[in-house]
Structure formats: structure tokens, C-alpha cells
């Protein structure tokens, strides 16, 4: 099979939407800027688990290391940068393309003028036609990822500009999609800039010190000590130098905004603030909901590890009903969807997620969980449950029905695939086995994220997107995408 082909195939056994990526970046004057890079890292590990990087500036000279694996592999005894006062660092998650050392980030640009060390989060749907223009430009790839094509895009325009910022600005404007970037550059500036549309998440935080930093979510800020100051604006970009932070503007201006909402249903770390609202508000609100909409009367309420839990929260406070451990998650055990065969993904899982007879025996159970994506996971836990004694099991999902693919970097394979597109709720409870179903509904999730300062994007329910994807495709080269 091709790299794409075999991407698809893992998605297609995973059952579960991926993380997105993380990115950092900080400008230290203490000179530990690789160190906290490291540590803000482990704070994003959830947003991506395939490969991890950190670039850092030495004199006029990039120096990075990244590598396949968690943070800590990749940074494990004997693996030092050198020390430095500017650092941006990553953690990959690929929606599309394969995993691979090539793809790994940041991409560390070397141009006539100079370098510069690049992190993406997003998804760049035109991605395939800017590489064409930039082959026949005479540029090469390494790699087969979308965010290569933006650090060699502002690579490109940085030899026709009369400055880094305003090559940063032109390449930005040819980007359709979703970006949250941070760059640095030879010339010991640190910036960073979001999509007009906002799709993904970026803030800043100040340190001791003078220091400042740029990160994905607060929760990488809260890791290393560092105070979060705002949310980068939807097509803003910002300078971070030895004189603070700066503010370039709104340089990318849309006519409409949207989060991607998946960040406050499952993506982001419960302890960070998107926007103005707490992830974790956000969650416990939809199981608030979900009990409103979807009241049933039972024993127990307990949700899917980790995803679950907030939710269960909510809506056990909501309706009354006891909130108990109904599993035992064992740590050690990777994703399942990497094991070769359905037999082998089948036991990991068992091996993951084990319910907790005690708690569920004999009981009538409400399940909350984040999404059903092709029910097969989801039909396997229903199962496990009952195997542990459970008299009845009425799930309940904080997320809407998916039945739309996303242009913009939530892993959605196919909208064939999807089960929502194929049965309906009637039928989804009867494939997974459970004595009731019931989903929140997208004003009820729009409700539950109303803490947010801007508007959200719920295309993937809805069908409705900020930007129309028109021809673009995710699959526009082989392997593409970060």
C-alpha cells in the first residue's frame, strides 16, 4: 500500500478521533529556554503522541533535535540541546500521511537570507497546489507534510521581502486552512500568528523574569510556571523579541470565525482555558445537558476514561444519579489501533480499559462517553460491561452525531465510514448493544461552550464551515499533511 493508503487504514481501525498537534515557543533570558520547551512539551503530549521536537537558537545557527516517540524518548539521558534563550518546540499527531522522522517538527528552513524553525498545528487544504508552485519555483522536499510546504513557503517569500515579518504575512495569506504557527528566526525574533478563521487554539504567557512564551493551550503555560496573559486573536500575529511582546495586528482578516468546538469535547486538556472558557466547564456543562436531554432512570453514572469523566460529572450532579468508577485504565498500555491485527487491537483494548465489577454488577448503568465515530469501540466497552454483571447500560455521548468530514485537522476518515451516515440513533443502539442512546444535541453543545469569546465551528456536525473547503482535498500529493 501507498504511505496515504496505510494511514487511512490506521484511522479507519482507530474509532476514535486523534489529537491535533502542539506547538511552542519561548523567549528566555535565563538562557533555559530548551528546558522549558521540554517541559511545556509533556504538557501538550496529549495533543500528539507520534513525534516530538525542539529547535533552539545558537548565535546565527538553528540547532534541533526531533525524533518518533513520546517527548520523553525523544529527549531521553543523552539528548540535550544546547542552552539557549529562544526555543519552539512540537508534538505530531498525523491526520493524514505517515509517521515518520522526515515529518517530524519543527521544520528547520535554511534560505540565501538566513533560517528559521517552524511549528504547525492545523490543516492546510491547499497544501498540494502551493507545493507544485514551489517546485516549479526550484524548491525541494524532504518531507511529505503540509507544514513543510508553510516553512518553505515563508522561506520563499523571505527572499523576495524586505523583512522576515512581511515574508511571514504574504506566505500566511496563501495558506487555506487551519494554522496556528510559531516561527523563529536567525535574526532572534519569535513569532507567532493564527488563521483569520481561528480553528485552533493559541495563547501567551509571561515567566519570570521577562520571560514570554506562545503555546497551544494554557495548560503548557501552567507547566512551566508561566502566567497566561490572552488568546492570540484569530489572524493576529505577534512579535516576541528581548523587548517583550508585541502585537503586529490583525494580518489575516475573515469575514467569519470559528474554534474548532471538538477542542472543548475532547481534544484540549480539561485544566486549559480556550478563548475565554474552561475546558473543563465546558465538558461538565454537556453532561449537565445530556441528563436534561436525555434523562434516564438508573443506578449509576460513569464515564469512559479519561474523555468521559467531566461529562459524567455534569450529569450526575444534573440528575441525581451516583457518579462511581465503572473502569480501571491501565496506563502502560499504547493506542490499540497501531496492533496489526483486529484480534490483537481487541485485546489491548480489554488490556486498557477494565471494568470495575464492583461498581457495575448488578447495576443500571449510564455510560458517558465523548463520540461515537464507527461504534466498534464503544460496542466493545457496552459489552464488557455487561460481561462485569451490568443489568442495563444506557450510553450517553456529549459530542452530536459526526457526519461530516473536516477540511481542517480533526481526523474524520470518511464520511462513508461514519457510522451516524449509515444507521440511525435507533440503529447505532442496536449495534452497540445498549438498553438506550442519546447524543447532546448541537445546541445543546453550543450551549454548554457559550463561555467562549468567539464563535465556534461545528461543520462536523452540522455541515457548516467559516470557509468553504471548494475543491481542496486533504489527499492533494502522496502522504499529505503534517
Not at 508585541?246 to 475573515?254: E, N, P, S, Y
Not at 445498549?434 to 463561555?451: H, K, N, P, Q
Amino acid at each position: 500500500a501507498k504511505p496515504a493508503a496505510k494511514a487511512r487504514v490506521g484511522a479507519a481501525a482507530r474509532d476514535k478521533l486523534g489529537e491535533e498537534c502542539g506547538v511552542f515557543g519561548v523567549y528566555s533570558g535565563a538562557h533555559d529556554a530548551a528546558a522549558l520547551a521540554h517541559n511545556a512539551l509533556l504538557s501538550l503530549q496529549h495533543r500528539g503522541q507520534e513525534s516530538a521536537g525542539v529547535a533552539v537558537l545558537q548565535g546565527l545557527a538553528i540547532r534541533h533535535h526531533k525524533d518518533v516517540g513520546l517527548v520523553g524518548d525523544v529527549f531521553s539521558k543523552g539528548r540535550r540541546l544546547p542552552d539557549s534563550h529562544l526555543a519552539v518546540g512540537h508534538v505530531r499527531y498525523s491526520t493524514t500521511g505517515i509517521n515518520s522522522l522526515q515529518n517530524a517538527q519543527p521544520f528547520v528552513t535554511e534560505y540565501l537570507k538566513g533560517r528559521i524553525a517552524c511549528a504547525h498545528n492545523g490543516n492546510i487544504i491547499n497544501s498540494g497546489e502551493l507545493r507544485r508552485q514551489l517546485i516549479d519555483d526550484g524548491c525541494t522536499f524532504s518531507a511529505s507534510s503540509d507544514s513543510e510546504v508553510v516553512s518553505s513557503l515563508i522561506a520563499f517569500e523571505a527572499l523576495k521581502r524586505d523583512s522576515i515579518e512581511d515574508a511571514i504575512v504574504h506566505a500566511a495569506e496563501k495558506l487555506v486552512g487551519a494554522f496556528s504557527l510559531v516561527l523563529m528566526s536567525h535574526e532572534n525574533k519569535l513569532f507567532a500568528i493564527r488563521d483569520g478563521w481561528g480553528f485552533r487554539p493559541l495563547c501567551i504567557g509571561m515567566g519570570p523574569g521577562g520571560a514570554c512564551a506562545v503555546a497551544s493551550e494554557s495548560c503548557a503555560l501552567d507547566g512551566i510556571g508561566f502566567e497566561f496573559a490572552r488568546d492570540v486573536l484569530p489572524g493576529e500575529m505577534v512579535l516576541i523579541d528581548a523587548s517583550g511582546v508585541h502585537t503586529l495586528g490583525i494580518v489575516l482578516d475573515r469575514p467569519r470565525q470559528g474554534v474548532c468546538i471538538f477542542e472543548y469535547v475532547y481534544f484540549a486538556r480539561p485544566d486549559s482555558v480556550i478563548d475565554g472558557q474552561s475546558v473543563y466547564g465546558a465538558r461538565y456543562r454537556m453532561g449537565a445537558i445530556l441528563a436534561r436531554e436525555h434523562a434516564v432512570e438508573a443506578d449509576v453514572v460513569c464515564g469512559v476514561p479519561d474523555s468521559g469523566l467531566d461529562a459524567a460529572a455534569g450529569y450526575g450532579a444534573a440528575s441525581g444519579i451516583p457518579v462511581h468508577s465503572g473502569f480501571v485504565k491501565n496506563r502502560y498500555i499504547g493506542r490499540s489501533f497501531i496492533y496489526p491485527t483486529q484480534t490483537q487491537r481487541e485485546t489491548a483494548i480489554r488490556l486498557k480499559l477494565n471494568p470495575l465489577a464492583t461498581n457495575v454488577a448488578g447495576k443500571r448503568l449510564v455510560l458517558v462517553d465523548d463520540s461515537i465515530v464507527r461504534g466498534t469501540t464503544c460496542a466493545k466497552i457496552v459489552r464488557s460491561l455487561k460481561a462485569a454483571g451490568a443489568r442495563e447500560v444506557h450510553v450517553r455521548i456529549s459530542a452530536p452525531p459526526f457526519r461530516h468530514e473536516c477540511h481542517f485537522g480533526t481526523d474524520i476518515d470518511s464520511e462513508d465510514a461514519l457510522i451516524a451516515n449509515n444507521l440511525d440513533v435507533e440503529g447505532i443502539r442496536r449495534q452497540i448493544g445498549a438498553d438506550s442512546l442519546g447524543f447532546i444535541s448541537i445546541d445543546g453543545l453550543r450551549e454548554a461552550c457559550a463561555g467562549a469569546r468567539m464563535p465556534l465551528c461545528d461543520g462536523c456536525f452540522s455541515g457548516d464551515y467559516p470557509v468553504d473547503a471548494g475543491g481542496h482535498s486533504k489527499m492533494q500529493f502522496e502522504g499529505a499533511a503534517r
